[in-house]
C-alpha cells in the first residue's frame, strides 16, 4: 500500500502556515498595525473554515452521527484528526485480514499500440485510505488559492511599503509560497487523473519536478508583478482585480447557459437545488482564485456530471498564456512609467526584463512537462512539437500566400502601366492611312 505522504505534506503545511500567520499577526498587533494584523488574520482563518468544510464535505460526515469530529473540525483540529486516522489505517492495513475486497479494472498505458486492461483488488483500508488522499488534495487547493495566495501578496506588499523584511515575515512568505505551489501541483495531477480515469496514471519523479519549477516560475511572478503594480497604482488594481476575476468567474456559467443543458442534479444526492447551485458558485469561485495566479489545467464545464471537462483543449492553453504575458507586461510597464521613490534603488529595466524571462521560463518547463515528462502524453492526439510544427507551417503558407498575392498584384499593376504607356497596334497601323488621306486632301 502507498505510504500517504501527500496527506502529510498537506497538514504540515497547513499547520506551520496557520502558526506563522498567527505569530505575524501579534507582531503586527504589538507594533500598531491593526489594518495588517486583521487583513493577515482574515487571509488566514477564512481558507481554514473552508478546509474544514471540505473535510467534512468530502467524507459525508454532516449526514452520520460523529459529534467528536464535528467538535474537532470546529476547533479547526480537523486536519490533525483526519491525518491521524489515515496513519492508523495505513499502519493496521497489513495486520488485518480484508474482510470484503472489491475489484476496480484499469487500463495500461498503450505499448506498441495495444493497451491492456488489469484488474486489480482494492481492499477497504486502501478505500479509505484513497478517500483521505482525495479530500485533502482538495483541501490543499482551496488552502493554496483562497488563503495562501492573497496572504503572500499582502505580505510582499507589506514590504515592498516598508522597505523591510523581517525574518518572521521571510519565513512566512517561503511557506505561502509552497503552499501554493503545492496546491498547483495537486491541481495538476488531479486533473490528469480525473481526465484519464480509465487508465493507470503513474506520475514519475522527474514530472513531479518539473511540475514544480513550472508552478514556482509562474507563481512567483504573477505575484510579483501584481505587488508592484498595486504599489504605484491602488486604485487601479481593483480594477485588474475584478476583471480577472469575474472574467473566470462567469466564464463556466456562461457556457452552461450557452450549451442549453438542465441544471446538474447528480452532484450529490442529500444536497437540494439551492444547496447544488452553492457548491456550483463555489467551484467557480476557486476556478476562479486559481486561474487569477496560475493556469488552472482544470476545465470547469457545469453540465457535464464529473464537472471537468476531459478534453486537452491546447488552443485555450495558447490563449491563456498569451494574455496573460501580455498583462504583465503592460502591469510593468505601468510599474516602470508610475514607479515612486521607494524604487530609487531598483534597476527597473532589469527587473522588468528579469520578471518577463522568470514568466517565459514557466512556460518552457511547461513546454517540457507536456513534451516529455506527462504521465498519459501517449495518449496525445499531437504533441506540443508536432502542433508548434504545424503552427509554423501555417504561418509560412499563410506568408507564401500572401507574397504571392503581393506579387500578382505587382505583376498586374506593371501590365496595366505598360498597356497604359504604349500605344495599340490598330492605333499605329492606322497613322499612316491618316497621313496619307491628309496629304491627298492638300494636293487636291
Known amino acids: 500500500m502507498k505510504f500517504p505522504g501527500s496527506v502529510l505534506a498537506s497538514v504540515f503545511l497547513f499547520v506551520a502556515e496557520t502558526t506563522a500567520a498567527l505569530y505575524l499577526s501579534s507582531t503586527y498587533r504589538s507594533g500598531g498595525d491593526g489594518m495588517w494584523q486583521a487583513l493577515t488574520l482574515l487571509f488566514s482563518l477564512l481558507p481554514c473554515a473552508l478546509v474544514q468544510l471540505t473535510l467534512l464535505f468530502v467524507h459525508r460526515d454532516f449526514s452520520r452521527d460523529r459529534p467528536l469530529v464535528l467538535l474537532l473540525h470546529l476547533l479547526q483540529l480537523g486536519p490533525l484528526f483526519r491525518c491521524f486516522e489515515v496513519f492508523c489505517i495505513y499502519c493496521q492495513s497489513g495486520h488485518i485480514e480484508e474482510p470484503y475486497v472489491s475489484i476496480t479494472k484499469k487500463r495500461q498505458m498503450p505499448k506498441n499500440g495495444f493497451s491492456e486492461e488489469v484488474e486489480k483488488e482494492v481492499g477497504q483500508a486502501e478505500g479509505k485510505l484513497f478517500t483521505h488522499r482525495s479530500a485533502f488534495s482538495r483541501a490543499s487547493v482551496i488552502q493554496a488559492f483562497l488563503g495562501s495566495a492573497p496572504q503572500l501578496t499582502l505580505q510582499l506588499y507589506i514590504s515592498a511599503l516598508q522597505q523591510d523584511v523581517t525574518v518572521g515575515r521571510c519565513l512566512f512568505m517561503v511557506l505561502s509560497l509552497l503552499s501554493i505551489v503545492y496546491g498547483a501541483l495537486r491541481c495538476n495531477i488531479l486533473a490528469i487523473k480525473i481526465k484519464y480515469d480509465e487508465y493507470d496514471v503513474k506520475v514519475k519523479p522527474l514530472a513531479y519536478v518539473c511540475i514544480f519549477l513550472w508552478r514556482s516560475f509562474e507563481i512567483a511572478t504573477r505575484v510579483i508583478v501584481l505587488v508592484l503594480f498595486t504599489s504605484v497604482l491602488k486604485a487601479w488594481v481593483v480594477m485588474v482585480v475584478l476583471i480577472n476575476f469575474f472574467s473566470f468567474f462567469l466564464y463556466p456559467w456562461i457556457l452552461f447557459w450557452c450549451s442549453g443543458s438542465p441544471f446538474p442534479e447528480n452532484i450529490e444526492k442529500a444536497l437540494s437545488r439551492v444547496g447544488t447551485t452553492i457548491v456550483l458558485c463555489f467551484l467557480t469561485l476557486l476556478y476562479a482564485g486559481i486561474n487569477m495566479f496560475c493556469w488552472s489545467a482544470v476545465q470547469l464545464k457545469i453540465n457535464n ?140
Not at 344 to 353: E, G, S, T
Not at 382 to 390: A, I, K, L, P, T
Open 305 to 444: 456530471p464529473d464537472l471537468i471537462s476531459k478534453s486537452q483543449n491546447w488552443y485555450r492553453l495558447l490563449v491563456y498564456y498569451m494574455l496573460r504575458f501580455i498583462e504583465n507586461a503592460f502591469l510593468l510597464l505601468m510599474w516602470y512609467l508610475y514607479k515612486t521613490d521607494i524604487y530609487m534603488y531598483v534597476c527597473a529595466p532589469l527587473l522588468v526584463l528579469q520578471l518577463l524571462i522568470g514568466y517565459c521560463t514557466a512556460i518552457l518547463f511547461m513546454l517540457v512537462f507536456y513534451q516529455f515528462f506527462h504521465p498519459c502524453k501517449k495518449l496525445f492526439s499531437s504533441s506540443v512539437s508536432e502542433g508548434f510544427q504545424e503552427w509554423l507551417k501555417c504561418v509560412c503558407c499563410d506568408c507564401r500566400q500572401q507574397k504571392s498575392r503581393e506579387s500578382a498584384g505587382k505583376t498586374d499593376l506593371r501590365s496595366s502601366e505598360d498597356r497604359d504607356e504604349t500605344p495599340s497596334s490598330s492605333k499605329i497601323s492606322s497613322l499612316p492611312s491618316q497621313i496619307l488621306n491628309t496629304d491627298e486632301l492638300c494636293s487636291a
